[in-house]
């Protein structure tokens, strides 16, 4: 753990340890085969408070800070990445609300989630992935309401939400500046949970559709002004990026850790494998990757918390961490070699969970526009 925290952050870190190793790394193996929502699991982090990492001191929260919240949000990824997005989530939700909401907005998704809820934050649709200003779900005011109609896709927590940020075009004739945001909270009638993706990899995250059919919302539910929606997204997948790649960290650190006890236990040609420069150029490999992901991480968050700028090095951070887990994961299968492929054996399983790293809050490709084209300027 490459992480300088805090007195408070190791003390916690070491109970999380404990939960990891002996509540979240074995039992979740069943869950990974059914699909199902692992709530004992879920139930046991919230009464840790591991949900809620995000939500502000002021407002409840445990006053960790950006550093120790990486340590601890790695940890819990190196014993299932799916179970540290599902808990990541919260603070995907949480983020737009807190930049953009009012104090009782803020206060009350606090709340819910001091109270073990979950917040979801529901901006993809079907044919607005990387190109969220294509959205299609509309919000016509009427008086003191507006009205949702539209669909979302691939929403991580949808199917447990207790309240959802949801963004949708208020003048379509505008672009980016014609989509606000509303807070909308679980019950209200027309908003109802669609299709459940069985999904290749973080099967232990719960991803699925929101359908909005005639959603009625007050305006005092809007997220800022009318038309800033776009913005209050973007500032919001800026330090989601972030969060992904330090999940892809700790993935990455759990693909290093399988591939190193298996290959001191491996008897080949009379000497266990790591003794093999090519097994050991391997490893290294792997070691410089992932510490170099942890790394940009590190740097994302101290501009975070300095106040600074930075998409750049989000977008950075994402992209590298995304593209070295899932090549971490392949030299882990590879090492173990036809163990490597079988699901007696773990990083299978690691894999597939490392995949999306490439391809969710933005895919590696949009990364490197971010980055390029901030390097580049405008032309």
């Known amino acids: 753990m490459a992480y300088i925290i805090s007195e408070d952050a190791r003390e916690l870190l070491k109970d999380v340890r404990d939960f990891c190793e002996n509540e979240i790394k074995e039992q979740v193996k069943e869950y990974d085969i059914s699909g199902e929502w692992p709530k004992e699991i879920y139930d046991q982090a919230v009464e840790m408070q591991l949900h809620m990492m995000d939500v502000p001191e002021e407002y409840g929260g445990l006053g960790l800070d950006h550093i120790d919240q990486a340590a601890i949000l790695e940890q819990i990824a190196w014993a299932d990445a799916g179970v540290a997005v599902t808990l990541n989530g919260n603070g995907l939700a949480l983020k737009p609300v807190l930049i953009a909401g ?45 009205v949702l109609n539209g669909r979302k896709c691939f929403i991580t927590n949808a199917a447990v939400g207790d309240f959802f940020v949801v963004t949708a075009m208020t003048d379509k004739s505008k672009g980016t500046r014609g989509m606000s945001a509303f807070l909308i909270y679980k019950g209200t009638p027309g908003l109802s949970v669609g299709t459940h993706e069985n999904k290749m990899g973080i099967r232990c995250s719960t ?30 997948l800026d330090l989601a990026r972030t969060w992904c790649a330090v999940i892809a960290v700790g993935l990455a650190q759990r693909c290093i850790d399988e591939a190193v006890a298996y290959s001191r236990q491996r008897v080949q040609f009379g000497k266990p494998i790591c003794k093999n420069q090519a097994i050991e150029f391997k490893i290294a490999d792997m070691e410089i990757r992932t510490e170099a992901s942890r790394q940009l991480v590190a740097h994302a968050i101290r501009l975070a918390d300095a106040g600074l700028p930075f998409s ?7 992209c590298f961490a995304g593209d070295s887990v899932v090549q971490t994961a392949l030299d882990a299968v590879q090492i173990l070699g036809g163990y490597g492929y079988s699901r007696e054996y773990p990083v299978e399983k690691l894999l597939r969970d490392a995949k999306i790293f490439q391809i969710f809050e933005g895919t590696n490709e949009i990364q490197r526009m971010v980055v390029g084209r901030a390097v580049i300027g405008k032309i």
């Open 102 to 146: 009012n104090e009782e907005q803020k206060k009350k998704c606090c709340d819910i989630i001091i109270n073990g809820g979950w917040g979801v934050f529901a901006l993809t649709e079907p044919d607005a992935g990387c190109d969220a200003a294509n959205g299609r779900t509309t919000a016509v005011r009427e008086g003191d309401e507006y």
């Open 207 to 236: 991803t699925s559709d929101l359908v909005l059919d005639n959603v009625r919302v007050p305006v005092e539910n809007r997220l800022g002004e009318e038309g800033t929606g776009f913005k209050t997204a973007m500032k919001t």
């Open 312 to 318: 750049k090095e989000s977008a950075a951070a994402k």
